[in-house]
């Protein structure tokens, strides 16, 4: 090694002027894929709000010389959503065939093993990591395609040498900054049938599948005048991690199909769960002509083959929102001339319209445990059920009058009054022609007082397999005063468990259902509902008791509601 590195003094200087080491910032190109094969574009998308989209590729691709056109593109759809059809008249798809193909691609070296292996018969001068001397060698070869050990020519043979044992490379000639490089790749081939037809240089084919991967989020922004009516504008935010689109049309959807098998990607040509969308599309988008298409392909038979579904990496598709989509009629808001590249966001206007509205006031005084099982309650469940029963409070909400051709989808909404921020608060869905509450804020102005006391007991009132219940009856009151300069409308309702028996000043009573599966919670169960352990016989005899008013509460006036109610418990 001394002798090497005596001989290679004399070319120092050369050397340190063509030097290129390691430490050299090589910048990883992008992938070259997308110039192995030819992908079929996006024409349509149709997105819905919980991350899905239905994505329709049409276009016209080259051939290879069996006349198929052959897609460096593999789609990950839902188990019954994809199909592939042909637009050629003179062509029908015959199959599908989905694989991995071995190709060759240049790529540019990211790291010392891949710019030896770009080198192959350069001369350098090598550094060792746990040598203190340089040497001339010439880079015969790789190993193996895959290996990181190289052979170097010095002038004692052949020296192999591990790729990660190298601290620097200095190159004596400008180095080779591309190399062949092969890879697994994806491929979707489309087999035509072109029967008498001449085989063509171009088909035109299409494809569609539901895919998890796009989402749109929209937001309002209401803007009240004081006087009844409100500007509502709506926009959406549309997330992309699927495929990139260009100057396309995008199908916004409110509401969302049941899904099955949204767990289960597998390309099998059924169309089931998106068809139904077909209506709502006009008859010259492609999108309604895609379905129409798959329709009459279902006369051909269509064998996809694909290998193991890759394991799903998690996307961001933005904020959850609860109580969203499920109970949502399907309606279509169309744009078009998007571009979006996968990975990007974009903030789109949809729609603006004016509507009429109504200030209401609601007032929700929830039912508590009876008296009897909060006695196993510890000191702070005590407190936190008196603090929520003693601070009820008003809520002032706008009464949107939905007359527009829209529905009011579930959705954050910003309120303003005279171009000042008042509130946010979500919107909920609501259907063409109906009303929906939108809460604006709390109701200072409107003093709540709510009491509740035992009147009466009845004991041994019934009596169920030998066991003897009492009658609980229980009175309660709420007392409400206006301390506004002008009348308002409030809406009141009670819930109580039990048994509502009577409520003043045109109250209206209902009972809610007997039975655990009967209750209906309006609101979803009580934070407290599991702290209680429900003896089997309390449904047998109870229930929950509504009461409700609709009034006009004057300016400084208090008005006072009494309502009763009982229940069975078991000594």
């Known amino acids: 090694m001394k002798k090497n590195a005596t001989s290679l003094r004399s070319i120092v200087l050369y050397a340190v ?6 430490a050299t910032a090589y910048s990883k190109p992008e992938s070259s894929d997308d110039n192995v094969y030819e992908k079929l574009p996006v024409k349509e998308v149709t997105i819905f709000k919980d991350g899905h989209a239905y994505v329709l590729h049409e276009g016209s691709l080259p051939t290879d010389e069996k006349g198929n056109v052959v897609m460096g593109q593999l789609p990950k759809p839902i188990l019954g959503t994809f199909w592939a059809y042909s637009v050629d008249k003179n062509a029908k798809l015959s199959c599908v065939i989905s694989g991995k193909e071995q190709i060759e691609e240049s790529k540019t070296p990211a790291n010392i093993e891949e710019l030896v292996k770009a080198n192959k018969g350069r001369e350098i001068i090598v550094k060792e990591k746990n040598l203190p001397n340089i040497y001339r060698a010439t880079i015969l070869r790789m190993l193996e395609e895959n290996s990181k050990m190289v052979l170097l020519k010095v002038d004692e043979g052949i020296r192999p040498l591990a790729c990660s044992d190298i601290e620097s490379v ?3 000639a400008p180095p080779n900054e591309s190399f062949k490089h092969k890879k697994s790749k994806n491929i979707m081939t489309l087999n035509m049938d072109w029967k008498n037809s001449k085989k063509k240089k171009q088909a035109n084919v299409g494809m569609a599948y539901v895919q998890l991967g796009m989402r749109w989020i929209p937001d309002y922004r209401i803007e009240i005048d004081g006087k009844g009516k409100a500007i509502v504008k709506l926009q959406a935010t549309i997330i992309n991690e699927l495929v990139d689109i260009e100057d396309i049309t995008a199908h916004l959807v409110v509401g969302v199909p049941k899904f099955a098998f949204s767990k289960n990607p597998h390309p099998i040509s059924l169309q089931e769960t998106v068809a139904s969308l077909s209506q709502h599309f006009t008859p010259t988008s492609s999108t309604a002509y895609s379905f129409d298409n798959s329709i009459r392909s279902q006369m051909v038979t269509t064998q996809v083959r694909q290998p193991s579904a890759p394991s799903s990496g998690s996307i961001d598709l933005g904020p959850e929102m609860n109580g969203t989509n499920k109970n949502e009629d399907l309606f279509v808001f169309t744009i078009d001339h998007i571009t979006l590249k996968k990975g990007q966001r974009m903030v789109t206007p949809l729609v603006e319209y004016e509507l009429e509205y109504e200030d209401i006031y609601t007032l929700n005084v929830s039912f508590r445990p009876p008296l009897e099982m909060r006695r196993n309650f510890n000191s702070n469940q005590h407190l936190q059920l008196a ?12 009464r949107l009058h939905n007359k527009s051709r829209y529905p009011i989808t579930t959705a954050p909404a910003t309120i303003f009054k005279n171009n000042t921020i008042l509130s946010q608060s979500m919107t909920r869905y ?5 009303k929906g509450d939108l809460e604006v804020t709390t109701a200072i102005d409107i003093k709540v007082k709510s009491t509740n006391k035992q009147s009466g ?8 397999s030998g066991h003897n219940y009492n009658k609980i009856e229980m ?14 409308k409030i809406e009141i309702k009670r819930t109580v468990l039990g048994n ?3 409520a003043d000043n045109d109250g209206r009573t209902s009972q809610l259902g007997h039975g655990y599966d ?16 429900w003896p089997w016989w309390w449904y047998h005899f109870n229930s929950i008791g509504k009461a409700s008013w609709d009034m006009e509460l004057e300016p400084n006036k208090e008005v006072k509601l009494n309502y009763n109610w009982h229940y069975f418990w078991r000594l």
């Not at 003693?390 to 809520?395: E, G, L, N, P, S």
């Not at 007991?457 to 169920?464: D, H, I, Q």
């Open 387 to 398: 603090r929520e029963f003693h601070a009820a409070k008003a809520i002032h909400k706008i």
């Open 475 to 488: 009175q309660g009151e709420i007392s409400l005063t206006n301390y506004k300069t002008k009348p308002v």
């Open 518 to 533: 009967g209750m209906a919670f309006e609101d979803g169960l009580p934070y407290w509902w599991n702290w209680c352990s």
């Open 457 to 464: 007991m009845t004991p041994n009132a019934v009596k169920l």
């Open 170 to 172: 200095t190159f004596l």
């Open 430 to 434: 609501t259907s063409i022609g109906g």
């Open 500 to 502: 509502i028996d009577s």
């Open 17 to 22: 002027l063509m030097t290129l080491t390691c």
